[in-house]
Each structure stands twice: as structure tokens, then as C-alpha cells.
């Protein structure tokens, strides 16, 4: 089993930045590729990002187009997002996640096997 933990999220303006962490406990979190998914009010969840295990591989959705930025310490057994020039549309839910193995699928919540309870991210126009 993964635990896994996010913190990070709040109320923000249009422009602003948040830093989105994920602390992970259990089993050995350097063998497992950590993920990002959004659920906003009414909507699907969707795919963020993804870094793989080593952290060399990073995948975005089209829609981050530059302003997130998915990065992990495995010292810290953390995952973090970064999420810049926020958007009133960039409100949602974000849930961390884990996958032990990753395909050309990996934007479908389905590859993955761990779930956090998600943080809200909240931005005010």
C-alpha cells in the first residue's frame, strides 16, 4: 500500500502561483511514477501530469501549456506541482497519484493504483 498525502492547495487570485505537495509513506515511493489528476465541480477527472520513477520523464496535459511545472524528491518522498498564472478555470480538486507501471495510456486515472484524498485549489477572477 501507498498513502498518499496532498497540501498545498487554498483561495488565490488570477495570476497568482500555488505549490501543490504530495508526501507519500508505505512502500518504496522511488519505484513508483507519481501523477497529478483534476476534478473540477460538474466535471470528469482529469489528467495534469506525470514524472516517472527516476524523474527523468515528465508528461503534460495540452491544456497546462507551460505553467505547471510536475517535479519530485525522492529524499523527501514527495511529489510536488507547480502551478503558475493561475486561472479561474484551473479550480478544482487536485489528487496525487501513483502508478507502478506507466504506458502511452498514463493520461487515464485508470493506470493508476494509489490515490490521495485531494487538495482544493480555489482561483478568485
Known amino acids: 500500500q501507498v498513502q498518499l498525502i496532498e497540501s498545498g492547495g487554498g483561495l488565490v487570485q488570477a495570476g497568482g502561483s500555488l505549490r501543490l505537495s504530495c508526501a507519500a509513506s508505505?512502500?518504496?515511493?522511488?519505484?513508483?511514477?507519481m501523477g497529478w489528476f483534476r476534478q473540477a465541480p460538474g466535471k470528469e477527472r482529469e489528467f495534469v501530469a506525470v514524472i516517472t520513477w527516476n524523474g527523468i520523464g515528465t508528461y503534460y496535459a495540452d491544456f497546462v501549456k507551460g505553467r505547471f511545472t510536475i517535479s519530485r524528491d525522492s529524499a523527501k518522498n514527495s511529489a510536488y506541482l507547480q502551478i503558475n498564472s493561475l486561472k479561474p478555470e484551473d479550480t478544482a480538486v487536485y489528487y496525487c497519484?501513483?502508478?507502478?507501471?506507466?504506458?502511452?495510456?498514463?493520461?487515464?486515472?485508470?493506470?493508476?493504483?494509489?490515490w490521495g484524498q485531494g487538495t482544493q485549489v480555489t482561483v478568485s477572477s
Open positions: 508505505g512502500r518504496t515511493f522511488s519505484n513508483y511514477h
Open positions: 497519484t501513483a502508478a507502478r507501471r506507466l504506458t502511452s495510456n498514463y493520461n487515464s486515472w485508470s493506470e493508476y493504483d494509489y
